[in-house]
Structures are given as C-alpha cells and as structure tokens.
C-alpha cells in the first residue's frame, strides 16, 4: 500500500484511492461492496470540494455532520438517499477518517462522533413452513433443468445460503453423502471470502445427489466443462438473475401469494430454526453474519410464537 501523503493530507482523491485499495487487500471485500464505498466516497469528495475543503487535516466534525446531513436530504445537489443508505454512507466515511487518523495522515478523527442516521429495523420477510413446502414441490423434475431448480430451491432453504454463495459453488463444494454421524455438509463462501460449513439437510442432499446423477450431466454436455455446481441450460454457470427467475415460476405454480425472492427462503431457514428451538449463535453461524445483534432481528420474527406459547402455558396469561 503506498505511503502517507506529504504534509497537509494529499490530494483527497488519490488518499480515498488509497483506502479503498486498502479495504480490497485488507478486509477481501467483495467486488460490490467496494463499488459502494467508492460511490459514497467519491461523493464525500464532491462535497468537500464544494465547500472548498484543501485536503483531509483540513476536515473538521462540522464537514462530517453537515455531509451527513446532506445525503439524508440531497442539499449537495444529488438525490436524497433513504435513511439506510444514509447510514451506509456515513459507516463509508468513519472507516475512511479511522483509516486516516491511524496511518498517521491526520492528527485526530473528525467523524469519530458523528453517528449514522437511525434506520428503524425492517423485520425480515419470512414466509410459513406450508408455503416453503408448495414451491418446493411444484418443481417438475422431469428434466434434467428441473432436477436443477428443485435441488437449487431445496439447497436454499436447507441451508440459508445467499443466491450469489449457492450459484458460486462448485461441485468440489458439496458433499452430500450423509455421513456416520451427521447430515451432509457443503462449504460456503461469504463476505469478506470467510469460508463456513454448513450442514445440508436430507431432502436437499437426496435432491442435489439426484440432479449430480442425472441432471448435471446432460446440462455439462452443452457446455465447456464448466466446474459450477449449478449450471444453465448452456452448461454455463447459473446467475443469479436465473435462479431468481427459477423461485419467482415455482412461487406462481404453487400459487403462493406473497413476494418471495431467494432471501426470502435466507430469511425463512433462519426463522423457522429459531422457531423450533435453535440457539441464535448456531443460527449466527449458518447464516454467516459477523455480529450476533445482525442475527437477533429473526427474534423478532418468532415473537408472535412466544406469545402464543406463553398465553397457552402460564397460569395467569389470561383473565
């Protein structure tokens, strides 16, 4: 990574070059997540520019609060982001300042006491284990690309995995013979490249071994040897456009009424698990998330069951 800029802080651009090349080595963010950053950056410069801020020890808390302020409701000049994407922004230029202070590039942290923007916290759509079971099973598996997309939405719910993770496995990345003392398990890669092992349940397994066994193949034969898992009708690997497209006609087959989208099947495996009694760290562990507190809003979610089982059990639930 190159040096400290010379006295005064450098050119903001080619400081906030310097970052985000840090953050990609450093921290392995994936490709989207840096594109964010960089957008909300490059804006940070813009803003700064205008206010006709010389370099980064110039900045001042005031800079910081007014430039938050300002995304919230597009007084730069540019569109009024949501209260989410705010906070984003703002998480965006405290790592960037926290980077600067400890490289020694400024002498304090101006946006150390600016705080994002409170979100509200947006419970997470879950939908009931009945409707997860009609769109699973109006799936034909007839054909080798219905084999794929019954194995595909079974691994999903089975297993909690993001749509970019479960379309990025190659077939090196399941083992789906259960073994002597557990289910299957497959290795899914996450944010940041953290790789985590989750187990993969028996009517996902026995969908998988039977699109590898007679799907897969006639698929692979279209195509280049291409090693992914999931393959296209070309014998390329899946996108993620496709499998959305894959869940959205077997949620209208099984006439399921509600929006559901591959996150959704993320939000309702993890749902469901603490609904029968899981702990919210395994579930922490499955789904990936760095933090316990990104984990616990699914408890929100179970809170209706709480209720119906206190009201059912305690002696003086009801009047």
Known sequence: MPGPEPAGGGPLSLLIRDYLQHMSVERGLSVNTLSAYGRDL?????????RGVPDARAITRHDVSAFAQAVASGEDGLSALSPRSAARTVVAVRGLHRFWALEGITEGDPARDVHPPMTGQRLPKAIPVADVVRILESVDTATPSGQRDRALLEFLYSTGARI????????????????LDGPAVVRLTGKGSKERLVPVGSYAARAVDAYLVRGRPALAAK????????????????????AWTILKTATERAEVERDVSPHTLRHSFATHLLEGGADVRVVQELL?????TTT?????????TLREVYAAAHPRARA
Do not use: C, I, W
Request: no cysteine; net charge negative.
């Open 164 to 179: 970019s993770e479960a379309v990025g496995l190659d077939v090196d990345d399941v083992s789906v013979s259960e073994a």
């Open 296 to 304: 616990q809003v699914y408890t929100l979610v179970t809170a209706d």
């Open 288 to 292: 990936g998330h760095a933090s316990v």
């Open 223 to 242: 195509g280049k040897g291409s090693p992914a898992l999931f393959l296209n009708a070309r014998g390329g690997r899946l996108s993620r456009q496709s």
């Open 42 to 50: 490059r804006r940070y410069q813009a803003f700064l520019d205008a």
